[in-house]
């Protein structure tokens, strides 16, 4: 079945750790994209990918990083969490057509 | 620069009513504009989405309006069911693809049995 998956689906983690939340898709679509969800339900891209070796900031400016090394793979990764990074992150992909395909999310704690 | 405007920012409806909510948008490069309905701890998923050649397009008890020339668009709900109870996106983008979907801020519905 075509899907997108995210891990982990929740974490705690202490300031100053460096985490890496993982997406991964099955439909072979060359773009994908990581939006940042707040508490008050708003969405704000902050990556997107066109395909293998392509990454781009979305309008929302983050610290994360993110890499695009297979079709499939788009991880995200703070080098050094801090509270202020405390939210929902959606990894989504697109194809030839017009939908976006959501995961479920991970919904990250810094401490 | 919020580029869709979205409301309200809840709704409350009594099971069997009508839900609608509301978006604006100013770009008029924009040509495909879907809705989302997310579930507590899940992501959005697409729900209808409209392109601007139609005013008005329905599936099952959800339906779409579009008017172009007040470059605004809303979601009907008719017979509002409890499992209905999500938050309601809609967003809009240019071109099949694009490299960014400008979402509204959201609208909680809730439906009262």
């Known amino acids: 079945e075509a899907d997108i998956y995210q891990t982990p689906r929740y974490l705690v983690i202490g300031t100053g750790k460096k985490i890496t939340l993982e997406c991964s898709q099955t439909?072979?679509?060359?773009?994908m994209y990581w939006y940042q969800q707040d508490p008050g339900m708003e969405l704000h891209l902050i990556h997107y990918?066109?395909?293998?070796?392509?990454?781009e900031k979305g309008d929302l400016s983050s610290e994360s990083t993110v890499s695009r090394i297979r079709t499939e793979h788009f991880p995200l990764t703070l080098e050094s969490a801090r509270p202020s990074h405390t939210s929902q992150y959606l990894c989504?992909?697109?194809?030839?057509?017009?939908?976006?395909?959501f995961g479920s999310g991970t919904r990250l704690t810094v401490v | 620069q919020q580029q869709v405007k979205q409301s309200p920012q809840s709704l409350i409806v009594q099971k069997g009513g009508i839900s609608i909510i509301n978006c604006a948008y100013e770009?008029?490069?924009?040509?495909?504009f879907p809705w989302y309905q997310q579930f507590p701890g899940k992501g959005p998923a697409l729900l209808i989405a409209?392109?601007?050649?139609?005013s008005e397009k329905k599936e099952g008890r959800f339906t779409i309006s579009f008017n172009k020339s007040a470059k605004q668009f809303s979601l009907h709900i008719m017979d509002s069911q409890p499992g209905d109870s999500a938050t309601y996106f809609c967003?809009?983008?240019?071109?099949?693809?694009?490299?960014?979907?400008?979402f509204g801020t959201g609208t909680r519905l809730t439906v009262i049995p």
């Open positions: 990918s066109y395909g293998v070796n392509s990454t």
């Open positions: 770009n008029t490069a924009f040509d495909y």
């Open positions: 409209i392109r601007p050649d139609v």
């Open positions: 967003a809009a983008s240019k071109g099949p693809g694009a490299n960014n979907l400008f």
């Open positions: 989504a992909s697109s194809g030839a057509n017009y939908g976006y395909t």
């Open positions: 439909m072979g679509h060359d773009k």
